[in-house]
């Protein structure tokens, strides 16, 4: 049983080999921006730089990743990828799978591996930056990785308006769904007692966000908010739930008492309610499929267990 | 081709006719030849038996019966791959999915469609957009390349610049595992996009068939872009070009697609469509921005504006959609177009950084130069996906020999740069050799390991991907040839 914190990846891999039960890694040395090349659009940076730091210096050369979980501040690159942790954004701009384009994974038994690359179109063999992505460390060990990155938008607007009922936010909500609006967050929330909100955020190049931001306040949402709600909510005890996002209304609407914050594009519920029986896995043992694949990688079982979260 | 004793193949044939009835196996060698290869004709190998299943369930069963019978499984789509991905390299049993072709539904609220593996991926478009929505891989042979085939290679396409590749775009699917059983990975047909576990799904995607048969799919579906703007940007060199593709992304623009074509092409396209390319022209790079009207109108004046600092001759704007839809259509068709300059042509694949494609396009004209051979360029500028085309004549052995040194020359200046040797045709049996010069031994280990967990038989799909994959007899003479 042991913490491991190491001061490079040279050293890791030397330590972990020598490990019996890996409790839990400190990469807070192994924080490099390895690379930045704005002209090629791609970044490289080890596990342990904080999320917001790796933006800021992606800033620079006027790019980002377009990420956006909570507290980014002490997010580490390393956990956003084992966790696949995203945010409001995710509507628009997905989540860290499809930004990953190369790993370098240390494997428990103190190899070093890398897949993928740094270009942003690679089809050289099997896609294991996709199999690391949160997989909670349980596997192997990221310790560095290039992602593909997007240019800042020009101009971003969040905008909110609040609703009587679910009724109400559905109309609403199946306007927008149905228009030409092309919004990166849309996300209905209740929380700390207050209203049920609908909150719509445009990005991109100015002409459009003004554009459509206008629209929206002609439908009575006013602009000037923010979307700390969801770091705010979902740093409290919570549970989730993914549905399709045409059954987002009818879940939200077995939920009467909790507080919620839901991404209405993506079918996805952070909610302080119970969790049903039978929405998600709950099953703790391993399937067949994924049993095989934590005793190829981790035959010694130094890592931890998956987590079902 | 696999010789199985005269019993074991009456035993195969009569076990795979009894699951799929005997209109869907094919056993006799002078039908099996249509199944000898892919679009990479470098090598013919011919399967023992192809069948073509109606149902998971058969295809399953079929899997089965391959496993009792030990014999190996190719799944074979439409047969567009161009990296002989699908070639029955030791026999075994092929199962073509051409027959599972149906969308089985679009769901238009929530942006997804269910498909059989064999439906083909334009297909999705032509059922989706009349709810203005589309399927965004988009490569050059959609008209014919499956979705089970997309999946397998993890295809791309001219608009992949913008939308991702098709991991990005297939939430879910199902598979007949190498041990017959059925799993579906991902996202499930009425379920959310969020599924916790390990990314089964991400991890198959491009694995070129090798973890099992994928029978159905649930694609993203995405919103047609409002507006559209395309240009045709004519320059006197390829330099020129290539500049204006690294100058749009420093101005910060994601344009739909960036795809640059040079004389060579320009001039056997204007040949075969007459589309209206001067055929002076050193290099042509088609732009296309979409989004919102305003949006597209503001970076489409920044387009023009860098075009002109790198003297671009001539900006035209596709006037409406017909004008649009005919600068694809001859985009797409520039392999074909390629056919009449020249008896043979092999095409690469590589991939370099966006900021090294100037230096990629000057390394392969030193190549064409050296061994004189015409190596004509049509591709994906944006992403800096290269498909130079090296045309030869097969009759002539020199010329043979010649363009395979000039294929490795490519692909290995390519990894140079920090680059891939394949950003959407996949390895398949044609760059097994390139595998070691772009990773390490113990890369490829782990990746073996993700093979074990999926097939530990190694019965799906054999020799390909991995150096040290069994080789026919044709290809080794080939090789010789290059050695």
Known sequence: MSLLRPSNVANLLAEIVNCEKVDDIDLSEVSRLVEHVPEDMTATVEDGMALADFQQQLAKGGQWLPVDPPN????????????????????????????????????????????????????????????????????????????????????????????ESLGQAEACLEHIWDSTLQPIVLDLHRIDGSDLTMVVSFAGPSADVTFQSEELIAMGFEDGVSLDYDARFRSKKHTWKSIAPGNLINSLSQLPRSNFVARAGNGLIYHDGEPCVGEEDSSLELNGLERRLKQEFDPENKLPELRRQ | MRELKPSLHKTMVDRLVAIVGRDAVISEESELVVYECDAYTMQKNLPTAVVLPATTEEVAQVVRVCNELELPIIPRGAGTSLSGSVLAVDGGVMIALTRMNRILNVDVRNRRALVEAGCVNAWITREASP????????????????????????????????????????????????????????????????????????????????????????VRLVKTPASFKTFLAIFDSVDQASHTVSDIIAAGIVPAALEMMDQVITRALEEAYKVGFPLDAGAVLIVELDG????????????????????????????????????????????????????????????????????????????????QLRIPNVFHAGDGNIHPLILFDERDPDQVKRALMAGDEILTKCVELGGSVTGEHGIGAEKIDFMEKQFAKDDLEAMKKLRTVFDPQQRCNPHKMFPGAKRCAEFAQKKQISA
């Open chain 1, 72 to 163: 980014p501040e002490s997010v580490t690159i390393g956990e956003l990828l084992a966790n696949n942790l995203n945010g409001p954004r995710r509507f628009g701009c997905g989540t860290v799978r499809d930004w990953l384009i190369g790993v370098a994974v240390v494997l428990p038994d103190g190899r070093l591996i890398r897949n993928g690359g740094k270009v942003v179109k690679n089809v050289a063999g099997f896609d294991l930056c996709r199999l690391f992505i949160g997989a909670q460390n349980t596997l192997g060990i990221i310790v560095e990785a290039t992602f593909k990155l997007q240019p800042l938008p020009e101009a971003e607007m969040h905008l909110a308006k609040r609703f």
């Open chain 2, 131 to 218: 709810h203005g929505l589309f399927f965004a891989p988009d490569p050059s042979s959609q008209p014919a390349c499956t979705i089970g085939g997309n999946i397998a290679t993890n295809s791309g396409g001219p608009h992949t610049l913008k939308n991702g590749v098709t991991t990005n775009h297939v939430l879910g699917y199902e598979m007949v595992m190498p041990d017959g059983s059925i799993k579906w990975l991902g996202t499930k047909p009425d379920g959310g996009e969020d599924v916790g576990g390990y990314d089964f799904r991400g991890a198959a995607i491009g694995s070129e068939g090798m973890f099992g048969v994928v029978t159905r799919a649930l």
């Open chain 2, 292 to 371: 919102l009207a305003g949006g597209v109108e503001q970076q489409a004046k920044q387009v023009e504006a860098i075009c002109e600092n790198n003297n671009a001759r001539e900006v035209r704007l596709a006037k409406d959609d017909a004008e649009r839809a005919a600068l694809w259509k001859c985009r797409k068709r520039a392999f074909g177009a390629v056919g009449r300059l020249s008896p043979n042509y092999v095409t690469q694949d590589g991939v370099v950084p966006r900021s090294k494609v100037p230096a990629i396009m000057q390394f392969i004209r030193e190549v064409s130069e050296r061994h």
